[in-house]
């Protein structure tokens, strides 16, 4: 029991000060309440009414949590025993949960389930709950904060389910909906009265029923609550992405309103840049162009040798003005969202493919940067200005490069020398001076879906990584650069794109895994982009390059936006901001009016609200973008497994992608589909699970499926519902017995010694 202390001057009557009542908190273990405080700070009569009022203020102001039952915590803390929602698996398999009650602002603690003895019923699933025992783990120790052991189930949680309804059969009573998420185990129960107006296959919501009872087999009952449509239709493949991760796809009426409003700003106040040749550069399928180029030799004589780059970008600060209902809705999106059939924009289509949008041969209003750079391709200046463009040409990848390979068109023709051959001598210099910085160079292949006319998959293949893509990707580092350093300089904000260094603990791991193929890295030590290129180049003679490219990238830390500069790792950059995308980011968008602010080019620049708000700002949109990564990925994953179905029980090569304690996830060298080969599937016999080395060893034959090595899997199970595909293994796996081809029984025996060692499990 903590000891009263002596109260802050001034305090009413004795009362503890907050700094007092906080330290209580974080020190005291179980559960706190207001009665508690008041018999630690001997708190007694009429003096318990204002100790109520300081807890009352302390909770709106954000100090306190005040949990159900009057319980009182500090922020970030919970307490030993706790009711939890099982909301996600990870990628070791292991279990993620969240309080089932969280008032607070801040995102809740991270919670790992750890291994526990049998529990009666099915397998635990997301979107259950539990009653369970918390450990705080060491900081350091792992990525999880909590460490929950189960004490009993209470059911499933009462968020609404996404899945595919399947009305009942000739014998049946009741439907099933097979929820939409692959982590979910378990279906639900529909009684036809809870029905609706849902046919077989169709999308719905549901949500469980509290109170009923539980069918005969375990399954928990449900009732619809919303119809979305077939899932024959194709457009559900992306439908079920954009509702599972809750991104919007209505626009308000009052943005739409102010979207149609909007008008060209004209000439006034703006650099005339139309007699400036600047192109757009983009995929031939873009939806919207929002950054343009052009390159010339410089002109000045004391720079022999060197050029000068523009980069003009959509001025969408114009149009999205800080508090406005468009400027709203942009935050809550913070970004667009890119699927195979469909973008869900960020800014109404107005805007993002119209007014916005650097069309050709169309006025557009800009915010352009002049960069001047040397010979090899160091920069001299560079200055920003807001100007009216017309881009002569709207330009493909494909298109620009096979220009400059001999084979120009109708469109590239009569602008090859004087706009395209520039802006690759131009790149040439900017590519001696990457080098030299030599920032992290992954050469990871990049898989892309084509649509039919049916909107089903037709073909996918590898995106071809051409020169031109290099020479747009160069230059809008640059831009993003000079505006960190304008903004710098002019002592405004910056919403910074930081990438830090990798953690040291995985900097460990990665010395452990490289030094399993023979490659020397001093354990813990600090390594550079430079030193992870050389890590790279070494594995590439001995065609290891992938495998390695893999766990360089997993040792990366997560990039992130926000007001502090902590550097960009992977590019080898002391500053950086996204500058170049407002149409699709919001975080470009804050960059622009920040310019704006601090260069006085207008009066909508950026406000002191939105300045006290950037680090918010900063986390939001942070957790939006991952929320589209997200979506995005479960949408391809089902396009691919939809295109797979027809597919099933033939023969692919591909290389083991991911190893964990329950299987092996192996991505296809024709396709880039991932799938998982559970590890009951592999052999009879017990397979340790070696983390340092990402491989799994056979107890008993020393049989390894290292990660990078290359097997040859059959396709059993095909789930575009869930996106899911289960391989069966064929061949693979050094050195040592093989398994069986058609091999499908077995059953991992125990591990040799008894249990994994908790490090493993926390992993």
Known sequence: MARRAKPDGGKARGLPSKTEILSFLQSAEGKVGKREIAKAFNVKGDDRMA?????REMSDEGLVARGRKKRIAAPGKLPSVAVLDVTE?????????????????????????????????PALGIGERVLARL??????ESHYAYEAKIIRRLGHSAHRVLGLYRAPGPKAREGRIVPVDRKSRFELLVRPEDAGDAKSGDLVFAELKTGAPEHRMGLKPARVTERLGSLDDPKSISLIAVHMHGIPTEFPASALREAEAAKDPGLKGRRDLRELPLVTIDPEDARDHDDAVYAEPDRDPQNPGGWVVWVAIADVAHFVTPGSALDKEALKRGNSC???????????????????????????????????????????????????????????????????????????????????????????ALERAREKRSPLDLDLPEFKIELGKDGKVKAIGTRTRLAAHRLIEEFMIQANVAAAETLESRRQPVMYRVHEPPAREKLVALAEFLETIGVKVQKGQSLSPKQFNHILKRAEADEMSQMVSEIVLRTQTQAYYGPNNLGHFGLHLRRYAHFTSPIRRYADLLVHRSLVRGLDLGDDGLTESEIAHFPKIGEEISQLERRAMAAERDSNDRYVAAFMQDRLGAEFEGRISGVT??????????????????IASIGREFFHHDESAHALIGSETGLTFRLGTTVTVRLVEAAPVTGGLRFELLEGGAPGQRPARGHKSGRKGKPPGGKLSRAKRRR
């Open 51 to 55: 100790l109520k009022a300081m807890l």
């Open 135 to 140: 450990t705080r783990l060491p900081v350091g």
């Open 89 to 121: 698996r990870d990628t070791d398999g292991e279990l993620v949960c969240k309080p089932a009650r969280w008032e607070m602002e801040e995102p809740p603690p991270a919670i790992v389930l750890a291994p526990s003895d049998p529990i009666p019923g």
């Open 661 to 678: 304690r329950f299987g092996l996830f192996v991505k296809l060298t024709e396709t880039g589909a991932d799938g998982l080969v559970p």
């Open 338 to 428: 890119y699927f195979p059939d469909r973008v869900v924009p960020m800014l109404p289509e107005r805007l993002s493919a119209g007014l916005c949008s650097l069309e050709a041969e169309k006025d557009r209003a800009c915010l352009a940067v002049r960069m001047v750079f040397d010979t090899d391709g160091e920069k001299r200046s560079h200055q920003f200005s807001r100007g009216l463009m017309r881009s002569p040409a709207s330009l493909s990848y494909a298109q620009v490069q096979a220009a400059m390979d001999g084979q120009p068109d109708a469109v590239t023709e009569p602008i090859l020398q004087g706009v395209i051959r520039p802006l690759y001598a131009a790149f040439a």
